[in-house]
């Protein structure tokens, strides 16, 4: 059964100081869409992060964006919130503990740079759940030049702190200029919280030729999508090398992870003044599944997390999921966490620093609500059991990543078992429902 690591909070950071962080998210990256996967597609600057920090093989989110970001933010499945899907209505209730006010409360300065998608009204945004500073889109990915969400009463988005705003240029640079801004005016008695959520690679694409050229080798039909990922590729580097000449990349722990699978659709058609430039966007080979499903293309994605000089270079194959972040983040930075959350993460902490062996968590749950009523998925160590509306499918994830071959009809009894255990963690569901 799971580690009851949950509340080891107080181990203290490894320097003397209190680290930053940063926390980059890309937006619908798939598995196969890094170099270091093998992908064409130019990523240098995330290669590096992963090859020169710790490469988390086994990572885990939701199958689509806001559901991820709840989960990053608080530590909590999004079922607990009642969210499976992107929202552009308010998706956690007022007082939630988030990490930026757990953060904030610490002395940190906390700021997000880029999509919240976690209420896309003013007076639901980054400021009202522990952010300081403010800036990007409140609902999801936009055009790249002027910004605008999909049509319809939230195309207008973007902004900074309370207020909308129209600026010129593209969002990945927009995005990437603000955290490097931050960096460099970052108090010097304040250790930073930095979120960087960017809307690369989300469709609609624009991109310029100086990153078409970049990609002209890749097929026409996703040379748009891969140009858009070398650009904000690009804007991580940036955004290191900020950390480099302030003098703050050795006191700052960075993650990098993908909110979602790639995905096989094109919905620019929704946006105004767009057209479709692709047929498939994001690749998630050899995982089975895009965004949207429950297989592992669909919610295993790239992830890393880099600290130079106090975590160790290696590959955790271990399974870890996108809840993790807010107990392991708090027990870097020697944050108590509050105890009046019940956490579905876990404090990895140990792990990544070497203190414990990843064996202690191979075995934990992870439970994953889907985007329909019905649809959940439950990892139990190497077994994960799917249900929808079909047959429940079963797979051994370690034998059998693809998911390629379906074996509940040859382990009835597992079936069972994983079902119950679903059942157990489907009624914690809608526990934190948001009030009007």
Same mark, same amino acid.
């Given at each position: 059964m799971r580690l009851l690591l949950l509340f080891a909070f107080l181990a203290a950071p490894l320097s003397a100081a209190p680290p930053n962080i940063v926390v980059i998210v890309a937006d619908d990256m798939g598995w196969a869409d890094v170099g270091y996967h093998g992908s064409p597609i130019p990523t240098p600057h995330i290669d590096a992060l992963c090859e020169t920090g710790i490469e988390l093989d086994r990572f885990y989110v939701a199958p689509m964006c806001t559901p991820t970001r709840a989960a990053l933010l608080t530590g909590r499945y999004w079922s607990r919130f009642g969210n499976t899907r992107p929202s552009n209505t308010r998706v956690l209730p007022w007082g939630t503990p988030t990490l930026a006010s757990t953060l904030k409360a610490a002395g940190y300065q906390t700021a997000i740079s880029g999509k919240w998608h976690l209420g896309s009204k003013l007076?639901?945004?980054?400021?009202?759940?522990? $952010?300081?500073?403010?800036?990007?889109?409140?609902?999801?990915?936009?055009?790249?030049?002027?910004?605008?969400?999909?049509?319809?009463?939230?195309?207008?988005? @973007?902004?900074?702190?309370?207020?909308?705003?129209?600026?010129?240029?593209?969002?990945?640079?927009?995005?990437?200029?603000?955290?490097?801004?931050?960096?460099?005016?970052?108090?010097?008695?304040?250790?930073?919280?930095?979120?960087?959520?960017?809307?690369?690679?989300?469709?609609?694409?624009?991109?310029?030729?100086?990153?078409?050229?970049?990609?002209?080798?890749?097929?026409?039909?996703?040379?748009?999508?891969?140009? /858009?990922?070398?650009?904000?590729?690009?804007?991580?580097?940036?955004?290191?090398?900020?950390?480099?000449?302030?003098?703050?990349?050795?006191?700052?722990?960075?993650?990098? $992870?993908?909110?979602?699978?790639?995905?096989? /659709?094109?919905?620019?058609?929704?946006?105004?003044?767009?057209?479709?430039?692709?047929?498939?966007?994001?690749?998630?080979?050899?995982l089975r599944g895009w965004k949207k499903e429950l297989y592992e293309g669909g919610i295993r994605v790239p992830a890393c997390v880099n @600290?130079?000089?106090?975590?160790?270079?290696?590959?955790? /194959?271990?399974?870890?999921?996108?809840?993790? @972040?807010?107990?392991?983040?708090?027990?870097?930075?020697?944050?108590?966490?509050?105890?009046?959350?019940?956490?579905?993460?876990?404090?990895?902490?140990?792990?990544l620093t070497g203190k414990a062996a990843p064996s202690s968590i191979e075995d934990r749950l992870i439970y994953t609500k889907g985007i329909h009523q019905i649809d959940a998925s439950l990892h139990y160590g190497d077994w994960k059991l799917i249900r929808s509306k079909s047959s429940p499918q079963l797979f051994h994830i370690r034998e059998d990543p693809s998911e390629e071959n379906d074996v509940s009809k040859s382990h009835p009894e597992q079936v069972k078992e994983l079902i119950r255990l679903m059942d157990t963690e489907a009624s914690k569901d809608n526990d934190a429902l948001p009030s009007s």
């Amino acid at each position: 059964m799971r580690l009851l690591l949950l509340f080891a909070f107080l181990a203290a950071p490894l320097s003397a100081a209190p680290p930053n962080i940063v926390v980059i998210v890309a937006d619908d990256m798939g598995w196969a869409d890094v170099g270091y996967h093998g992908s064409p597609i130019p990523t240098p600057h995330i290669d590096a992060l992963c090859e020169t920090g710790i490469e988390l093989d086994r990572f885990y989110v939701a199958p689509m964006c806001t559901p991820t970001r709840a989960a990053l933010l608080t530590g909590r499945y999004w079922s607990r919130f009642g969210n499976t899907r992107p929202s552009n209505t308010r998706v956690l209730p007022w007082g939630t503990p988030t990490l930026a006010s757990t953060l904030k409360a610490a002395g940190y300065q906390t700021a997000i740079s880029g999509k919240w998608h976690l209420g896309s009204k003013l007076e639901w945004g980054p400021q009202k759940f522990g $952010f300081d500073h403010s800036y990007g889109s409140l609902a999801g990915g936009v055009t790249p030049w002027t910004h605008l969400y999909k049509r319809g009463p939230y195309t207008k988005t @973007w902004y900074r702190d309370d207020q909308f705003i129209e600026e010129k240029g593209h969002v990945t640079d927009l995005i990437t200029e603000e955290a490097v801004r931050r960096i460099h005016e970052k108090p010097d008695d304040q250790p930073l919280f930095l979120y960087v959520p960017y809307t690369a690679p989300h469709t609609p694409f624009d991109e310029s030729d100086e990153y078409l050229k970049r990609v002209a080798h890749i097929p026409a039909d996703r040379r748009q999508y891969a140009a /858009s990922c070398t650009h904000m590729d690009e804007g991580v580097g940036r955004i290191i090398q900020a950390l480099e000449k302030t003098d703050q990349r050795d006191n700052t722990l960075v993650v990098f $992870f993908s909110d979602n699978g790639g995905t096989k /659709s094109d919905d620019s058609h929704n946006f105004p003044d767009t057209k479709p430039t692709t047929k498939t966007n994001g690749f998630n080979h050899p995982l089975r599944g895009w965004k949207k499903e429950l297989y592992e293309g669909g919610i295993r994605v790239p992830a890393c997390v880099n @600290w130079p000089g106090n975590l160790a270079k290696a590959k955790l /194959s271990a399974p870890l999921h996108a809840t993790d @972040w807010l107990p392991t983040i708090l027990a870097a930075a020697g944050v108590e966490a509050p105890s009046n959350i019940k956490y579905d993460g876990q404090n990895i902490w140990p792990i990544l620093t070497g203190k414990a062996a990843p064996s202690s968590i191979e075995d934990r749950l992870i439970y994953t609500k889907g985007i329909h009523q019905i649809d959940a998925s439950l990892h139990y160590g190497d077994w994960k059991l799917i249900r929808s509306k079909s047959s429940p499918q079963l797979f051994h994830i370690r034998e059998d990543p693809s998911e390629e071959n379906d074996v509940s009809k040859s382990h009835p009894e597992q079936v069972k078992e994983l079902i119950r255990l679903m059942d157990t963690e489907a009624s914690k569901d809608n526990d934190a429902l948001p009030s009007s």
